[in-house]
């Protein structure tokens, strides 16, 4: 192995060490907040906190994960989590993840999930802030299976992303964009008490 590759593997490990202890402080930090709070941003904060992930800012304390979420269904996002929500009671359950291309050359993102595919419900809503453009908000449901025979469930996310974001040059040719923010729920969670 090369000195070169070793100390790549090496500095990847370290990234890995030092996002879990962000994250162990960040849980410690939540934990210690009184009773009643809920982590329950509204649709300006969360363009806030992807703000602060695009262009590499220090977050405050949250219980946004990051994964890629589009590789897997919504029942194994939760088990990623502890099948524990974000806000602690509430059935909602918030990621950073990177969007990748439906086609090499294209420009829409690839919704393809674990065993089925994310659908858009509607078209983007704007996010502002101030009267200002800062992001977008897109609606999506979950259907098991191919889009010829999918089943819909009862899986509803919301995707953020920024209406301006800041340039990036990409590791992965598939890569759409930058960073998207996104909240997943459950609407009949509480009622069939999974």
């Excluded at 977050?59 to 946004?64: A, G, M, Q, S």
Aim: glycine share 6%; aromatic share 10%; charged share 30%.
């Amino acid at each position: 192995m090369s000195i070169d590759k070793s100390a790549a593997m090496e500095e990847d490990g370290n990234q890995e060490l030092m996002v879990h202890m962000k994250e162990a402080e960040d849980e410690a930090y939540l934990k210690s907040m009184p009773s009643g709070f809920r982590f329950k941003p509204r649709d300006d904060e969360l363009i806030f906190y992807l703000m602060c992930k695009a262009r590499n800012k220090p977050l405050p304390p949250t219980r946004i994960k990051e994964v890629p979420l589009y590789k897997y269904d919504p029942d194994t996002l939760t088990a990623i989590s502890g099948n524990m929500s974000s806000n602690g009671t509430i059935n909602e359950w918030y990621f950073f993840t990177s969007r990748d291309r439906k086609h090499p050359q294209g420009k829409r993102p690839t919704r393809a999930a674990g065993d089925g595919f994310w659908k858009a419900v509607n078209s983007d809503k704007h996010v502002k802030s101030n009267g200002k453009l800062i992001g977008l908000k897109k609606t999506l449901f979950y259907c098991r299976g191919k889009p010829s025979k999918a089943q819909k469930t009862n899986w509803i996310m919301h995707e953020y992303v920024l209406s301006d974001p800041p340039q990036t040059t990409h590791k992965n040719d598939h890569q759409l964009d930058g960073w998207a923010l996104c909240r997943v729920y459950n609407r009949h969670y509480n009622k069939t008490g999974f």
